[in-house]
């Protein structure tokens, strides 16, 4: 099992979406780093952080896991959608998504700023002004902030 962080606007899909929803497709992803990250290493059943970006503030709100192994994202073809690609090609797609499944939401989310307080988390690549939307995390980062996330928040 691999662990990851995904990154999502709460306005635009957030952790109560997913809950709601239970599993949903992760499309929209036009990085080629991200793309090449679900497309060639992410696999059904790793662990995924959920992060609201764009929020007040921004932080992890909980847990989803990998639900499907990457198949071509269906809005790179549709003209109407904000990820339209007219570049794309159906016989070749360039963008892919995998679907993810619900699994938990945290008591609290924890925001970037009190992640940015812990020297366990120093080499997280989301505190290294990452702009990825999807990116690794290594399992003692993914456990640390599981912890954090049962705690009350640090002042």
Not at 4 to 29: M, Q
Not at 43 to 55: E, K, P
Not at 98 to 126: C, I, S, T, Y
Request: glycine residues 4%; without cysteine; hydrophobic residues 35%.
């Amino acid at each position: 099992m691999r662990y990851w962080l995904i990154k999502s606007e709460p306005d635009a899909y957030s952790i109560d979406d997913l809950e709601r929803d239970g599993t949903e497709h992760w499309d929209g992803v036009r990085n080629y780093q991200a793309r090449n990250i679900m497309r060639d290493e992410m696999t059904v059943g790793d662990r995924v952080l959920f992060h609201h970006s764009n929020a007040k503030p921004p932080g992890v709100a909980g847990i989803a896991e990998v639900a499907s192994g990457p198949y071509p994202d269906h809005t790179q073809f549709d003209p109407e959608s904000n990820y339209f690609d007219e570049t794309s090609d159906p016989a070749d797609p360039r963008w892919i998504m995998v679907d993810v499944r619900f699994v938990e939401k945290f008591p609290r989310v924890v925001g970037l700023p009190e992640l940015k307080k812990h020297a366990a988390l120093a080499d997280m690549v989301l505190l290294n002004r990452s702009r990825l939307s999807v990116q690794p995390v290594s399992k003692k980062e993914f456990d640390y902030i599981v912890r954090l996330a049962t705690r009350p928040a640090q002042k």
